[in-house]
């Protein structure tokens, strides 16, 4: 049986890899087209919407507040595990869309709010961030394969990278199709950041958009979509 299981490996393994790279083809093709079945749904899509520390969240909140609500939903914020502050903010905004009606508050059952571990934290040193990469990764799966996304928004922060990964890495293996929308950060007028230069050159995102018109230049694959602040 040992020769015979060898040689079924043996053949099988080449066959995979082909799959596997035909389905690679298939989405580097279709990546920054949003599949028909989401484009023409009238329903609600699952959306992830990523925050950072800093701008990010505050230009990351601009951009859903110009959100067809009804359509992008439910909600799904996503900070890093020490980022109370993104949160919170998310969850005022949501707060904001409590309907009243006759004397009586009822909250809008739409929006969730996700913590994920960092990659690497502000002066950690590299060595360690090897295990907390790790862990942020596998968070990342994890979180993905839980709310299955179909809309994924961010703009910069490194908590975005695992999270793209890891819905694109889907989208190779058949389990889902998650749209990746990337704002690159007002603050980036000559280059990218790192998050947005390695969305870019691993052509993740299904549409990178810059507020820099010398920025789409740099960047010919870009679309310069204004100033969204």
Request: aromatic share 10%; charged share 15%; proline share 4%.
């Amino acid at each position: 049986m040992g020769p015979d299981v060898s040689m079924a490996v043996c053949c099988a393994f080449p066959v995979l890899v082909s799959l596997l790279l035909v389905r690679f083809a298939y989405v580097m093709y279709h990546s920054g087209h949003m599949p028909s079945k989401l484009s023409a749904s009238a329903a609600g899509m699952r959306s992830l919407i990523v925050l950072g520390s800093g701008g990010h969240t505050a230009e990351m909140m601009n951009v859903v507040t110009t959100l067809q609500k009804d359509r992008f939903t439910p909600r799904y914020y996503v900070a890093a595990l020490t980022d109370n502050m993104s949160l919170q903010k998310a969850q005022v905004y949501e707060q904001s869309l409590v309907r009243v009606e006759v004397d009586k508050e009822e909250s809008v059952e739409n929006a969730q709010f996700v913590q994920i571990y960092r990659s690497r934290e502000v002066g950690q040193s590299y060595i360690t961030s090897i295990a907390t990469t790790l862990l942020a990764t596998s968070h990342a799966i994890w979180i993905i394969i839980r709310i299955r996304p179909q809309v994924i928004f961010c703009n910069g922060p490194g908590t975005c990278i695992p999270l793209c990964v890891s819905a694109f890495l889907l989208k190779v293996l058949g389990l889902g199709w998650s749209s990746i929308f990337y704002i690159e950060s007002i603050a980036r007028v000559k280059k990218l950041s790192l998050s947005g230069l390695l969305l870019y050159k691993l052509r993740i995102a299904d549409q990178f958009f810059v507020q820099w018109p010398q920025l789409q230049q740099k960047y010919p694959r870009a679309c310069y979509a204004g100033r969204l602040m």
